[in-house]
């Protein structure tokens, strides 16, 4: 069975880094199309950032210049580095997996921006 697993979260001061990972396991055959989203109390889950199966990286506009995404297809692991950090990247962030079937996510790794 496919799965996600995140890891990296935790606090952090406003301007700080955190590095989010995510490594899949299971019967994945090809590269695959990752991702970030983040869901904030009472906010909606947005997408944060892809990676597509060649490479390609996506954003939303809050995050632009400051996260990074990449891939290490050796590993079956994407990663999510996290620089200038603000209170308002304060959410659980959840990995996910595009497979033919649909989209594996993960448990969710809380991070915690203060003031």
């Known amino acids: 069975q496919v799965q996600v697993v995140e890891s990296g979260g935790g606090l952090v001061q406003a301007g700080g880094s955190l590095r989010l990972s995510c490594a899949a396991s299971?019967?994945?055959?090809?590269?695959?199309?990752m991702g970030w989203y983040r869901q904030a109390p009472g906010k909606k889950r947005e997408l944060v950032a892809r990676?597509?199966?060649?490479?390609?990286?996506n954003y939303v506009d809050s995050v632009k210049g400051r996260f990074t995404i990449s891939r290490d297809n050796a590993k079956n692991t994407v990663y999510l580095q996290m620089n200038s950090l603000k209170p308002e990247d304060t959410a659980v962030y959840y990995c996910?997996?595009?497979?033919?079937?649909?989209?594996?996510w993960g448990q969710g790794t809380q991070v915690t921006v203060s003031p």
């Open positions: 996910t997996l595009e497979v033919v079937t649909g989209t594996i």
């Open positions: 299971g019967r994945i055959f090809s590269i695959r199309p």
């Open positions: 990676i597509s199966s060649g490479g390609v990286r």
